[in-house]
């Protein structure tokens, strides 16, 4: 079973930017998809961003596109979402995400816990 663990996720003022992190353990697949995803109360969970295996251009959302960056780190086992000029309606739980690249952006199999972002006005 595979652990994904998420943190960064603090209360801020519109504008400012936040870098999220996640790190996988457990029985990560090697050359596994990782990616993010965000939900608010009373919405479904929605896509964020994704880097496939093997990518150096990361899947963004329309929301996000411009603003949110995805990166994974030295292991294969870690991502982060550099988040920057944060808006009110990114407020949101983000949830850490990994699969396979074909299932990254709409159904992945694993998720983590989420960590809360808020955004004021």
């Known amino acids: 079973q595979v652990q994904l663990a998420e943190s960064g996720g603090d209360l801020v003022r519109a504008g400012a930017s936040l870098r999220l992190s996640c790190a996988a353990s457990g029985r990560f697949p090697s050359r596994s998809s990782m990616g993010w995803f965000r939900q608010t109360p009373g919405k479904e969970r929605e896509f964020v961003a994704a880097l496939p295996w093997g990518a150096t251009t990361g899947w963004y959302s329309d929301a996000v596109r411009g603003r949110f960056s995805i990166s994974r780190g030295n292991g294969e086992n870690t991502v982060y979402l550099q988040m920057n000029n944060l808006k009110p309606e990114d407020t949101a739980v983000y949830y850490c995400?990994?699969?396979?690249?074909?299932?990254?952006?709409?159904?992945?199999?694993?998720w983590g816990q989420g960590t809360q972002v808020t955004v004021t006005s």
């Open positions: 995400v990994a699969d396979r690249a074909q299932l990254i952006a709409t159904n992945p199999q694993s």
